[in-house]
């Protein structure tokens, strides 16, 4: 029997049983576009993150206290919330006295209720020099403006306050400027709101982040005279990597060490982050993909099934065929055929299914949520979605389809 043949038979007796070819085919579909919408928001999640740490400045390079862990993707001690105390005013000095590099900005961390008259709520709070605003790109505020120098120098009590925040304590009709809030306890004077909010670099919430100085926030907050980071923006006519060399041997110079590998402090560039990250996020996106393609393994046994009933259903029609000349090999395309063309039927409907749920995911996030979202489509779930509902129609079809070749004209004909 010719091919064209063969497929015009399979398609005839798939199209005889409308309802349980669909049946057949819902499973593949599920399982396709749950792995297209799976490795779309796996994509997406990647961009948004990384976009992100390269949205916090350019040529940036953070200091963290605490030895470098062995493991690549081992945190230091001071991310695992163990207290280091190595990094020190001495360190700022002696950093931006370093020519090959702009800025060297500290901070100090925490989280506390903010209080404005009946209304408060938890958040955090960073401590850290005017420049902060410079490095982490959030210069521009809405309305008011950033702290000084002066005010680091003379302790006030000022802070900048992000425009969630804003919201939350004052509402839409008090303008927040020269108003005091209270933090852990502390009156401040707000005289500027940032201009943005959403999830900022390492998961910062911008929008409801307050920002002081850190004179105020280590003397009166904290109680501590030592850093949580010290981010340190290189000089862009020097390579990050020789900065950080730079870096490295000032802090050991500061800290008497002679051996790096007792150095009590880890130096990333934005490239360790985003190396770091980048494979993390595929690694994740990779790890959703063969969950959802479980669904694939489930659907192509459900094809299997369906297949077997219809050889059984179909014996006399395999024995009739057989009687007037077909072969093993042409009943065995014939039924082949019928199981690749479900899955592929399946493959298409599952990827266009999963391009609209991605497509209608990306346009609630974007329309209701302030947090960046990338709309990805990922060519290869598409090459992947294709390829495994082919080989699942190959690799489950074949054995019902040598079942029915198998199978004795006589003994067929004879079956009621």
């Known amino acids: 029997m010719r091919f064209k043949d063969a497929f015009k038979t399979a398609t005839r007796s798939l199209t ?73 005013q001495q360190d700022i000095d002696s ?37 902060f605003f410079v490095v982490s ?110 870096i490295s041997f000032v802090l050991e110079h500061n800290h008497g060490i002679t051996n790096s590998s007792k150095d009590d402090f880890t130096i990333q560039t934005q490239a360790d982050i985003l190396s770091i990250l980048g494979t993390i996020t595929s690694v994740l996106t990779l790890f959703l993909a063969a969950i959802a393609s479980i669904s694939l393994i489930v659907g192509g046994i459900g094809i299997m099934n369906i297949m077997l009933v219809a050889v059984t259903e179909r014996t006399r ?5 057989k009687a007037v000349g077909a072969t093993n090999r042409d009943i065995l395309e014939q039924f082949l055929i019928e199981s690749v063309l479900l899955t592929f039927a399946g493959g298409v409907i599952g990827i ?18 302030d947090i960046g979202w990338v709309f990805a489509f990922p060519i290869s779930s598409v090459i992947l979605g294709l390829l495994v509902s082919g080989i699942a129609g190959i690799a489950f079809g074949i054995y019902p389809a040598r079942q029915a070749a198998r199978k004795n004209p006589i003994d067929a004909l004879r079956y009621e």
Do not use: C, W
């Not at 949205?55 to 163990?82: H, K, T």
């Not at 302790?155 to 969630?164: F, K, L």
């Not at 839409?172 to 852990?184: E, G, H, Y």
């Open 317 to 321: 029609e395999i024995g009739l065929r």
């Open 137 to 246: 790109n959030l210069a521009k505020v809405s309305t008011g403006q950033t702290f000084s120098k002066s005010d680091v120098d003379s302790g006030n009590h000022v802070v900048v306050i992000g425009p969630d925040l804003a919201k939350t304590l004052f509402g839409a009709n008090i303008d927040p400027i020269n108003k005091t809030i209270r933090v852990k306890g502390v009156s401040f004077r707000v005289i500027g709101v940032l201009s943005k909010g959403g999830t900022g670099a390492f998961g910062v919430d911008i929008g409801n982040l307050v920002v002081m100085p850190i004179s105020v926030a280590q003397k009166q907050l904290l109680g501590t005279n030592y850093y949580n980071v010290i981010v340190v923006q290189a000089n862009a006519d020097y390579d990050p990597d020789f900065v950080k060399s730079r």
């Open 95 to 131: 950093l931006q006295r370093e020519p090959t590099i702009d800025y060297a900005v500290p901070e100090v961390r925490g989280q506390a209720e903010v209080v404005y008259g009946n209304n408060n709520t938890t958040v955090g709070y960073t401590g850290s020099t005017a420049d």
């Open 16 to 88: 005889h049983g409308k309802m349980r070819s669909i049946l057949t085919v819902l499973g593949v579909v599920i399982g396709i576009a749950s792995v297209i919408i799976l490795m779309s928001i796996g994509q997406s999640a990647q961009n948004l993150i990384l976009n992100q740490v390269q949205s916090i400045g350019s040529n940036l390079i953070i200091v963290i206290p605490g030895a470098p862990s062995n493991g690549r993707f081992s945190s230091p001690a001071a991310a695992q919330g163990i207290v280091i105390t190595s990094l020190k």
């Open 352 to 369: 266009a299914l999963g391009a609209g749920v991605v497509g209608l995911l990306y346009f609630v996030i974007s329309t209701f949520f």
